[in-house]
């Protein structure tokens, strides 16, 4: 008969259960609605419950390395311990305060390996940790999620790890998803009416997480170290062989975070910070990090029109952005691909006059950011941000990385580092997810690796179904550049795409409520400001939405039909934002989150015609208060905002 010896700590927030077989291992979350079970044997396996129903079975976790007794998993000590701490984020992407509140579990294993745990009310996380000393490398990591086959997802699906990660989310059940479906991060799952979010956090100096289908759910897979690499044009690198191991490790290690976020409600994904509460804090000052809206020139491929001169990458379109900016309270232009030569970084255009240029902004109040291909500035990364601070450039948009293996990793962290120390901003394109880079380089303010606004130059694809899942999914990981602001306003029938006048699907209030719903403190506009002048109304909300939020309150939410959330600003004044997808809806927006008093509402919404011309939208003002209750109404892809504030 075996022998059991069961010890409870805490009020039963952990148990620990030993047999001459395994050890078992039991983390409850702070209100106990959640428990994750870990079991120690000859492998590591997980299974978390949610509400008393088993949501993730029992999971294999491993890290392999090339050291003796990588694979013997014997417990040496068992730390188990509560926090609860208010978080103070540098930049407010959802809030100004984060309560980050948990129970850990911490094993470290004979071989050198720890295994931390920690799980939330609203999800769970693991990572590894290392003691080893000397070189060594990583072999596997084993990372399983058993959803079952009785569930849905919503699949970044992929070809390959050479990518932009700018996907559309597919809808699967999960039976469908077998071992040759590649997916990147974050990928959203539905089990037993509970919403599961895979993604990571704090990823440095190794690979990023990719998934693909297993037997019982998805798998952990990564792009192994870049053995040979060859530059195929001025931007691209291939990744012609990779070697036989994933990373290769100098001495002690902290390995990225797994995490599941849990949604009872749709809505509930739209306030987890766990990919910011897990990420590494920051080290030094970044109180100079200012975030801001910014002026995009190369979505119309600067085709600006009703000008008394030539159009085009000048020194006089570029002082026209810049007026336009200072006009309207936009912090930043963006200087994009065409100002320099691609190939080198000091090599500007004979027809910009960068001194003259920079002069000009800084006269004006006005930040510039430049483009780069990713290629070239890491070639002459110094010499060219010492240039650009010579210059007064306020931040930098790095663009075609297209990988995140442990090499292109280290990359984002050298141009992360590389700016802060010359106070500059960072804005990632041809990019992977961000991983936590708010909380540890707050001047990266936001990144791309999502299917934005930018394709609507070419096509269709970017439907208001597609942008009712984006919140849910790619934004849970993090700020998103998605560029919104988009003035030709078209529905399907009426689409064409004209990269150098673009059209987006969906109404003009659907556009405007992307600046409240879709979060990026460094936010595109990203139509001419010719567009902008003829559209005063529109302006007279994108001069004054911020891009920083001191308080998020979801409203109303289903994934990929509608979303409607509440935010308070910086300074005070309250905005709502909502969507709808390809059908039209009526919500029901209560107020109760109001303070007591009496407030102005200023409404932009659809037009009465909007369902036939997506421009049409209508504007009114009327008193609010906490007792509230209004039913909004949406066209077809539809929008709804609203401004909020003290009589």
Known sequence: MRKTVILTLCLGMWTFAATLAQQSYQLRSPDRSMVLQLTVGDEISYALTVDGQKVVENSAIELITD???????????KDAYTVNRQLSPVVWQKSREITDHYNALHLR??????????????????????????EYKVIEEKAEVNLGKDGKAWYPEESG???HNERAYKHY???????????????????????????ESDLFDYAG?????????????????PKEKKVTSDRDEKVIERADYIA??????????????????DKELL??????????????????????KVQWDWWHYNNVYEVPFRAGINTETYKYYIDFAAEHGIEYVLFDEGWCDTRDLM????????EVLTSYAQEKGVGLILWASWLVLDKQLDMALDKFSQWGIKGIKVDFMQRDDQDMVNYYEKVSRAAAKRKMLVDFHGAYKPTGWLRTYPNVLTSEGVLGNEISKFAGSITPDHTTTLPFTRMAAGPMDFTPGGMRNVHKEAFKGVPAEPMTLGTRCNQLAMYVVFESPLQMLCDIPTHYYQEPEAMEFLSTVPVEWAETIPLQAKIGDYVALARKAPNGDWYIGAMTDSSPRELEINFSFLPEGSYTMEVWKDGINADRNAKDFAQEKVTVNNQTVSTIKMSKGGGWVARISGK
């Open 67 to 77: 050291q003796k007794d990588s694979r013997v998993w014997k417990v040496g000590k």
């Open 109 to 134: 294993f004979k071989n050198g390996m720890s295994l931390q745990c920690r799980l939330y009310d609203n999800g769970a996380a693991w990572r590894w940790t290392s003691s080893l000393k000397g």
């Open 161 to 163: 790890f050479f990518s």
């Open 173 to 199: 059940d999960l039976t469908e998803i077998n071992g040759e479906k590649l997916a990147s991060l974050p990928a959203l799952f539905e089990v037993k009416g509970t919403k599961v979010l895979l993604t």
């Open 209 to 225: 997480m990719w998934i693909k289908g297993s037997e019982q759910g998805v798998q952990g897979v990564f792009p192994h170290y």
């Open 248 to 265: 290769k490790i100098e001495g002690k290690k902290d390995f990225p975070w797994r995490i599941l976020m849990i949604a009872r409600e």
């Open 271 to 292: 306030t987890n910070q766990l990919v910011y509460q897990l990420a590494r804090p920051s080290e030094g000052d970044f109180s100079w990090v200012k975030p801001g």
């Open 347 to 354: 090599d500007v255009s004979s027809e910009m006059d960068m």
